[in-house]
């Protein structure tokens, strides 16, 4: 059974670029959250996604922005990158909008901004 | 405003010394409680979930409790391989929302 993947692992854009990042949920999951953790501190909530609708929204610019596929799979995009968006972003799948309580984590990608 | 405060910030232990971690969280409307592990540089991994006072789960070690306003992980006779950050996690149903807010963590080292 796949759990959570995520691409690229790695990643390095200067000030001002976009970014993409991809995330695939685990088998039988429908909802994906997106989390940016800096150095040190817990997983902040982007935001959320279910039935291809962005459901809930965390204190982020609209600077990020995200989609889901209609085979769940989801993907971030973060434009006019700061040397603050460093950090690693974190995908999680879960069911039913976060209604079936556990999230399960992505290996993160690490976005170094120069 | 939800709030999820972690103690301590960091922890180090002799292999075979039992401690606790604490999780405080202050949330209108718990829906659960959650505890992962995260080793350098990964994705945190689930542990347990807790939904209501007075429930406990175990897992080899590990010993996740749950209050009205406060969590405790125990960790029984550590080993090196334990050395992780562990976090703290709720979920809030206020307003319909189901976000998680995360503590910052309890950095564990535990010494051969």
């Known amino acids: 059974d796949a759990g959570v993947t995520q691409s690229p692992t790695h990643l390095i854009k200067t000030r001002g670029q976009q970014v993409t990042l991809r995330c695939s949920p685990k088998?039988?999951?429908?909802?994906v959250s997106w989390y940016q953790q800096a150095l040190g501190q817990g997983p902040q909530f982007i935001f959320q996604?279910?039935?291809?609708?962005?459901?809930q929204r965390g204190n982020f610019p609209d600077r990020f922005s995200g989609h889901q596929f209609p085979n769940y799979s989801s993907e971030l995009n973060v434009n006019a990158l700061l040397l603050g968006d460093s950090a690693l972003y974190l995908c999680?799948?879960?069911?039913?909008?976060?209604?079936?309580?556990?999230?399960?984590f992505g290996p993160g990608t690490r976005l170094t901004v120069l | 405003e939800d709030q999820v405060t972690q103690s301590p910030e960091a922890l180090r232990l002799q292999e075979g010394e039992s401690s606790s971690l604490n999780c405080s969280y202050t949330?209108?409307?718990?829906?659960?409680l959650f505890w992962y592990r995260q080793d350098p540089g990964k994705g945190p991994e689930f542990l347990f979930t807790l939904y209501s006072a007075g429930e406990e789960k175990e897992k080899e070690r590990l010993k996740a409790t749950l209050t009205k306003k406060e969590s405790f992980l125990h960790i029984t006779a550590p080993k090196p391989e334990d050395s992780a950050t562990y976090l703290c996690?709720?979920?809030?149903?206020?307003?319909?929302?189901?976000?998680?807010?995360f503590g910052t963590g309890t950095r564990l080292k535990v010494l051969a």
């Open positions: 999680a799948s879960s069911l039913l909008g976060g209604h079936g309580g556990e999230q399960f």
């Open positions: 949330v209108s409307g718990l829906r659960g």
């Open positions: 996690a709720v979920q809030d149903t206020t307003s319909g929302t189901y976000k998680y807010i």
């Open positions: 996604y279910y039935e291809e609708e962005e459901r």
């Open positions: 088998s039988g999951h429908d909802t």
